[in-house]
């Protein structure tokens, strides 16, 4: 099992600047992937970007250019900087670890962090 903790959610003017942080229970390269979601009101959970334990990385369309995702081991930590934040941006955004196990996997998640973008 893993735990997950994230900060760094806010209130932001578009063309700002948020960074969000991810801390995992575990040694994060013992998790096969992990990601930042997001979901909006009414709208259904999205990939926001995703690194493997390898550190390849995935980013929606919508976020290419604008974020990026890092990690730091020593701390168990994944980051998602937000950078020209837009107010289509706002949402909740949850951490997500992806464990295999065996032949199968499971997602742990977040409590997820608020983040809001005023135009």
């Known amino acids: 099992q893993v735990q997950l903790v994230e900060s760094g959610g806010g209130l932001v003017q578009a063309g700002g600047s948020l960074r969000l942080s991810c801390a995992a229970s575990?040694?994060?390269?013992?998790?096969?992937?992990m990601g930042w979601y997001r979901q909006a009101p009414g709208k259904q959970r999205e990939l926001v970007a995703a690194?493997?334990?390898?550190?390849?990385?995935n980013f929606a369309d919508s976020v290419k250019g604008r974020f990026t995702i890092s990690r730091d081991s020593a701390k168990n930590t994944v980051y998602l900087q937000m950078n020209s934040l837009k107010p289509e941006d706002t949402a909740v955004y949850y951490c997500?670890?992806?464990?295999?196990?065996?032949?199968?996997?499971?997602?742990?998640w977040g409590q997820g962090t608020q983040v809001t973008v005023s135009s």
């Open positions: 575990r040694n994060i390269f013992s998790i096969n992937a």
């Open positions: 690194i493997t334990a390898g550190g390849s990385t």
């Open positions: 997500n670890a992806n464990m295999r196990y065996g032949l199968g996997y499971t997602d742990y």
